[in-house]
T-cell receptor, first 114, second 112 residues
Framework: DTAVSQTPKYLVTQMGNDKSIKCEQNLGHDTMYWYKQDSKKFLKIMFSYNNKELIINETVPNRFSPKSPDKAHLNLHINSLELGDSAVYFC?????????????FGPGTRLLVL | QKEVEQDPGPLSVPEGAIVSLNCTYSNSAFQYFMWYRQYSRKGPELLMYTYSSGNKEDGRFTAQVDKSSKYISLFIRDSQPSDSATYLCAMSAPGGSYIPTFGRGTSLIVHP
């Protein structure tokens, strides 16, 4: 069983389009995250949600809007896509107790904006 | 200077070699140290977790933290071609948001 799943795996789209990426975790975790990994492999936090509530919003353009319908899902909607948005986007979740600093990552969504 | 520095490599070694991967950091508040392994086109997966200073061993992997030097290491003994991946260090401070700061990863290639 996949612990953290993302769809789609690949996304190729034109500049200016709006797209969404879905994420689901079946680990029973309370906290979910979105990360962006650029071409140089830097992994940067974008958003963090705890029990459906936004707790961290790093310096991310407001074209990016996360939505958490329940604590097992955290979707990412991107408006007016730009060339610089091309990257790999990872969803992750973290346990509510114990090793809270550890993260469980999804397989990533490779976004290419043309 | 970035908070966490990690040489991107690639580091190429023959099968069976002992591999040493390292990170340096500048934030003395970091207490939790992690190593993640990321295979090509996959998400990172947690490999090792260490709190504060000292060593931790798990099979062929040993994580070492030297807080006085702000330096952490991951050693891989008897390296295998299946160890070929990018290894990311990550660290965080207590009392915060639990979101770690990641290094950029070191690409390791173990050739048969």
């Amino acid at each position: 069983d996949t612990a953290v799943s993302q769809t789609p795996k690949y996304l190729v789209t034109q500049m200016g389009n709006d797209k969404s990426i879905k994420c689901e975790q079946n680990l029973g975790h309370d906290t979910m995250y979105w990360y962006k990994q650029d071409s140089k492999k830097f992994l940067k936090i974008m958003f963090s949600y705890n029990n459906k509530e936004l707790i961290i919003n790093e310096t991310v353009p407001n074209r990016f809007s996360p939505k958490s319908p329940d604590k097992a899902h955290l979707n990412l909607h991107i408006n007016s896509l730009e060339l610089g948005d091309s990257a790999v986007y990872f969803c992750a979740s973290g346990p509510p107790t114990g090793l809270k600093e550890t993260q469980y990552f999804g397989p990533g969504t490779r976004l290419l904006v043309l | 200077q970035k908070e966490v520095e990690q040489d991107p490599g690639p580091l190429s070694v023959p099968e069976g070699a002992i591999v040493s991967l390292n990170c340096t950091y500048s934030n003395s508040a970091f207490q939790y140290f992690m190593w993640y392994r990321q295979y090509s086109r996959k998400g990172p997966e947690l490999l090792m977790y260490t709190y504060s200073s000292g060593n931790k061993e798990d099979g062929r992997f040993t994580a070492q933290v030297d807080k006085s030097s702000k330096y952490i290491s991951l050693f891989i003994r008897d390296s295998q071609p299946s160890d070929s991946a990018t290894y990311l260090c990550a660290m965080s401070a207590p009392g915060g948001s639990y979101i770690p700061t990641f290094g950029r990863g070191t690409s390791l290639i173990v050739h048969p």
